[in-house]
């Protein structure tokens, strides 16, 4: 049996959240890495925002259940209009204490968060943090939050390509605990460290009480060049089983030229194949994402990827080579209002064995068309 709330997790280790409703209603909305601005003592309003996203994806391998494919978790269904990702949020920062909550639906949180019971399937972020230092960018979280893993987001507008990387789905979108983050008074250096439910829980599995760490560390010199180190490491066992996963994201964002950009990303995971084993398996996955800004309105985008799990530790695959796949997309992004983004991309996959089911029988490619609308305020 598995605990049923996040709040439980801080009960088991002795510290208590006191969450009143006058606070959960400030509770929403916090960024990867925000720009951590100090607040006047008195609360500032409550901030309201909205995301809606959505699509309308033509896969050629044309699948029978309308699911595109089973390691993606957004823009996932096949010749039906659908919403990806709808949410709405709120925040709220004092000068010592900031909260911060989104709600959400559409396909996105019904694949992604298949696993989570009932109303927690819609929780896209669900936190408050406590400044512990008057003079120190210095901030203690708990709650639900953003994964720190990976340069791409649920938010499908914040992301280069219209649709995740195969690293980034299937790396946590988001996690749950407690995250204890510092940001330079110059902002050049970022800094979180963090004590986990699990790799993408919000609850913690009652028979492995082991908490899960993690750490991020980002260098940005200058507007140019931002640099990224996180990992990752926890017990994926189930009841007296340890199977100890380690898991590490690197990746670099360069500003090339004015209307250029590049990120260049690594991702490297093991886990132990029994317990108490000394050999781990292992995946790992490269990318390569180019942006560039045609006119103030026009932004094209192309991704290049790779990623192999030979043992199918987080993509299983029943073929003897398991899952190695090729990756490539492009997309063009035109805004036709400030607040109104219209974006198409095509991708194919190209994998070492035949892993694409269809009706004809399985395929070794699969190739698909997407038209995506988010609107947000």
Same mark, same amino acid.
């Given at each position: 049996?598995?605990?049923?709330?996040?709040?439980?997790?801080?009960?088991?280790?002795?510290?208590?959240?006191?969450?009143?409703?006058?606070?959960?209603?400030?509770?929403?909305?916090?960024?990867?890495?925000?720009?951590?601005?100090?607040?006047?003592?008195?609360?500032?309003?409550?901030?309201?925002?909205?995301?809606?996203?959505?699509?309308?994806?033509?896969?050629?391998?044309?699948?029978?259940?309308?699911?595109?494919?089973?390691?993606?978790?957004?823009?996932?269904?096949?010749?039906?209009?659908?919403?990806?990702?709808?949410?709405?949020?709120?925040?709220?920062?004092?000068?010592?204490?900031?909260?911060?909550?989104?709600?959400?639906?559409?396909?996105?949180?019904?694949?992604?968060?298949?696993?989570?019971?009932?109303?927690l399937k819609h929780i896209l972020e669900a936190n408050i943090g406590l400044k512990l230092s008057k003079s120190k960018n210095l901030w203690l979280d708990a709650g639900v939050f953003p994964s720190h893993i990976g340069f791409e987001s649920a938010i499908s507008k914040d992301c280069w390509n219209v649709t995740r990387s195969m690293m980034a789905d299937n790396t946590p979108y988001y996690e749950s605990g407690l995250k204890l983050s510092y940001i330079s008074k110059n902002e050049?250096?970022?800094?979180?460290?963090?004590?986990?439910?699990?790799?993408?829980?919000?609850?913690?599995?009652?028979?492995?009480?082991?908490?899960?760490?993690?750490?991020?560390?980002?260098?940005?010199?200058?507007?140019?060049?931002?640099?990224?180190?996180?990992?990752?490491?926890?017990?994926?066992?189930?009841?007296?089983?340890?199977?100890?996963? @380690?898991?590490?994201?690197?990746?670099?964002? +360069? &500003? /090339?030229?004015? $209307? =250029?950009?590049?990120?260049?990303?690594?991702?490297?995971?093991?886990?132990?194949?029994?317990?108490?084993?000394?050999?781990?398996?292992?995946? @790992?996955?490269?990318?390569?994402?180019?942006? +560039? &800004? /045609?006119?103030? $309105? =026009?932004?094209?985008?192309?991704?290049?990827?790779?990623?192999?799990?030979?043992?199918?530790?987080?993509?299983?695959?029943?073929?003897?080579?398991?899952?190695?796949?090729?990756?490539?997309?492009?997309? /063009?992004?035109?805004? =036709?209002?400030?607040?109104?983004?219209?974006?198409?991309?095509?991708?194919?996959?190209?994998?070492?064995?035949?892993?694409?089911?269809?009706?004809?029988?399985?395929?070794?490619?699969?190739?698909?068309? /997407?038209?995506?609308?988010?609107?947000?305020?």
């Open positions: 049996m598995v605990q049923p709330t996040i709040t439980n997790f801080f009960l088991s280790y002795g510290l208590r959240l006191n969450l009143m409703p006058s606070v959960l209603a400030l509770i929403l909305g916090l960024n990867f890495f925000p720009k951590v601005v100090i607040a006047d003592s008195i609360p500032s309003p409550i901030v309201v925002s909205a995301y809606f996203d959505l699509y309308y994806a033509y896969d050629f391998n044309q699948p029978g259940n309308h699911i595109r494919l089973p390691f993606a978790y957004s823009y996932n269904r096949h010749n039906e209009p659908n919403l990806n990702l709808g949410s709405m949020k709120g925040a709220c920062q004092a000068k010592r204490i900031r909260a911060n909550l989104a709600l959400m639906a559409g396909s996105y949180s019904m694949d992604n968060l298949a696993a989570e019971p009932g109303l050049k250096w970022q800094m979180a460290f963090l004590l986990l439910n699990g790799w993408q829980r919000m609850r913690i599995i009652k028979q492995s009480l082991i908490p899960s760490a993690g750490h991020q560390l980002v260098f940005k010199p200058n507007d140019k060049v931002l640099l990224n180190s996180s990992s990752y490491f926890g017990n994926q066992g189930y009841d007296s089983a340890i199977l100890m996963r @380690y898991y590490h994201n690197l990746y670099a964002q +360069f &500003q /090339l030229l004015n $209307r =250029l950009g590049l990120t260049l990303g690594f991702d490297l995971g093991a886990q132990q194949k029994f317990t108490g084993s000394k050999t781990y398996s292992v995946w @790992y996955s490269p990318a390569a994402l180019l942006r +560039f &800004q /045609l006119t103030s $309105r =026009l932004f094209a985008s192309a991704r290049g990827e790779f990623f192999s799990d030979a043992a199918g530790v987080v993509i299983f695959s029943s073929t003897p080579s398991g899952f190695q796949t090729w990756s490539y997309s492009v997309n /063009l992004d035109y805004f =036709l209002t400030k607040n109104l983004l219209w974006r198409m991309e095509g991708r194919g996959f190209t994998a070492k064995d035949a892993i694409f089911h269809t009706d004809q029988g399985p395929k070794s490619q699969n190739w698909m068309l /997407l038209s995506s609308l988010a609107w947000s305020f």
